[in-house]
C-alpha cells in the first residue's frame, strides 16, 4: 500500500464538472431531476476518444472523491404489467435506470464490487443491480415466425436497450435463481444463461428450491446451497456461481451454521460464497470500509411502496442532503481516494497494492 496526501488542490484537466445533484421527489412518486448533462457529454466525448483516465490529473476536491462511501445493491423481484410491493412496471423500472444514470450512476458486478474492483468513472457513483427469484419476466422468450427472440417487455430486454441507448451506464447485475425451471422455460434455461453471461450479466444462487436456510440443520443447508451449484453447471459447465442471495433473507443464528452459508460440501459439490445478500434496507459499505462485511451484504429494495422510508428513492433522496455518505469515484482502479478525515473509515488490510489519496 502506497499512502499519499494531497495538501494542494491538483492542476487539472476535469474529467467531469461539479454539477448538481439534487432531485425533488413529489407526493405522488413524479420525479425532476437536475441531469448531469455536462458530465455525461464529458464522459462520452473521453470514451469515443479511447482516452484513458488514469492518464488525467484528478481534482479531487471538484469530484468530491470518496472511495470510502456507501453503494446501494439494488433488489428487483419482478417486472410486469402492474405495480405492486414486489414487482416494478416496466414503465418504472426504465424509469429508475434512467433516474440513476441521470443522477450519476454507473453500474458494476457485484463481482467488480466485493473484489474492490471498481472501474466507475471520475466522479460517478457504483451500483449494483440484482433480481432475485429467476422469473419470466425478468427474462422471456416469446416464439415469432418459428424462431425465438427476446420478449422486448422482460428486465434483461429492457436493460440491454437502456445501455444500447447511453451505454455508460453499463448493463451490470446478477441474477439470484433456484430450480426446478429458473425464468419459468425449461427447454430454453440453457439458452438464457449463455446469454446472460456472453452479455456480462451474472448468475447467482437463490438455494436450491427457495427454502428458508435460517430454519435449517447443517445438512439442509449445504444441500440447498449445493444443490443449485450443480444444476447451475449442468447447464453451464465450469461457471463459478460464487454468491448467494438469502431467500426471504433468512439465515441462521448459530456461528456455526453460517459458517456453512459461506462454504460447504453436499454429496460431493463443494461451493463457496464470497457474497451472501440479505433483503436488508440500506446502502452497502464501500469494499474498502472498515463496515464491509461481504458475508453479510444489505440490499435495498427498487420499490416505491411499503419502503418504510429505506427504499431506492428514499435513498437517494438522503444522498442527495447528505452527499458526503456517498461513493463517488476518482476514476482510477489502481488508487482509493477519500477526503483525510474519513481516514479512520478505511480497512487499511483492503487497500493491499493500490495506492490511498487522502486529500
Known amino acids: 500500500m502506497r499512502l499519499r496526501i494531497l495538501t494542494a488542490v491538483l492542476a487539472v484537466l476535469l474529467i467531469v464538472t461539479g454539477c448538481s445533484r439534487e432531485v425533488k421527489i413529489p ?6 431531476v437536475k441531469t448531469e448533462q455536462n458530465k455525461n457529454e464529458d464522459i462520452k466525448k473521453e470514451e469515443i476518444g479511447n482516452i484513458s483516465q488514469e492518464e488525467k490529473s484528478i481534482d479531487y476536491n471538484k ?3 470518496n472511495e470510502a ?4 445493491i439494488l433488489m428487483y423481484h419482478g417486472v410486469g404489467d402492474t405495480e405492486s410491493e414486489w414487482v416494478r412496471t416496466r414503465e418504472n423500472f426504465r424509469k429508475d435506470l434512467d433516474i440513476l ?5 454507473r453500474t458494476i458486478s457485484l463481482n467488480d464490487y466485493i473484489n474492490n474492483n471498481i472501474n466507475t468513472p471520475a466522479g460517478y457513483t457504483p451500483v449494483v443491480i440484482t433480481f432475485d427469484d429467476g422469473l419470466k419476466n425478468q427474462f422471456n422468450y416469446i416464439e415469432n415466425n418459428g424462431k425465438y427472440e427476446i420478449d422486448g417487455k422482460c428486465a434483461v430486454s429492457i436493460m440491454m436497450d437502456f445501455a444500447k441507448d447511453k451505454p455508460e451506464f453499463g448493463n451490470k447485475a446478477t441474477f439470484y435463481v433456484y430450480y426446478p425451471v429458473p425464468f419459468r422455460q425449461r427447454e430454453l434455461i440453457k439458452d438464457k444463461y449463455e446469454y446472460l453471461v ?9 438455494s436450491y428450491t427457495h427454502e428458508m436456510l435460517g430454519k435449517m440443520d447443517a445438512e439442509g443447508i449445504q444441500k440447498q446451497i449445493a444443490l443449485n451449484i450443480k444444476a447451475t453447471a449442468e447447464y453451464l459447465p465450469g461457471y463459478n456461481v460464487n454468491s448467494l442471495a438469502l431467500p426471504y433473507g433468512s439465515r441462521p443464528k448459530d456461528e456455526t451454521l453460517r459458517g456453512l452459508i459461506a462454504a460447504g460440501e453436499y454429496e460431493g459439490t463443494k461451493y463457496k460464497n464470497d457474497a451472501v445478500l440479505l433483503v436488508g434496507s440500506n446502502p452497502a ?5 472498515s463496515d464491509f462485511t461481504p458475508q453479510a451484504l444489505p440490499r435495498v429494495r427498487a420499490s416505491e411502496m411499503n419502503t418504510s422510508g429505506t427504499g431506492m428513492y428514499d435513498w437517494l433522496k438522503h444522498f442527495d442532503t447528505h452527499p458526503e455518505e456517498r461513493y463517488i469515484s476518482d476514476g482510477n482502479p489502481k488508487t482509493i481516494a477519500l477526503p483525510k478525515d474519513n481516514k479512520e473509515k478505511v480497512n487499511l488490510d483492503s487497500v ?3 495506492e490511498l489519496i487522502l486529500y
Not at 407526493?27 to 425532476?32: D, L, S
Not at 459499505?285 to 470500509?289: I, K, L, T
Open 27 to 32: 407526493e405522488e412518486n413524479k420525479v425532476e
Open 285 to 289: 459499505p464501500a469494499p474498502n470500509n
Open 69 to 72: 462511501g456507501k453503494i446501494m
Open 63 to 65: 469530484i468530491e472523491a
Open 352 to 354: 493491499k497494492d493500490k
Open 101 to 105: 444514470y441521470q443522477k450519476g450512476y
Open 198 to 206: 456472453k452479455n456480462g450479466f451474472d448468475i447467482g444462487n437463490h
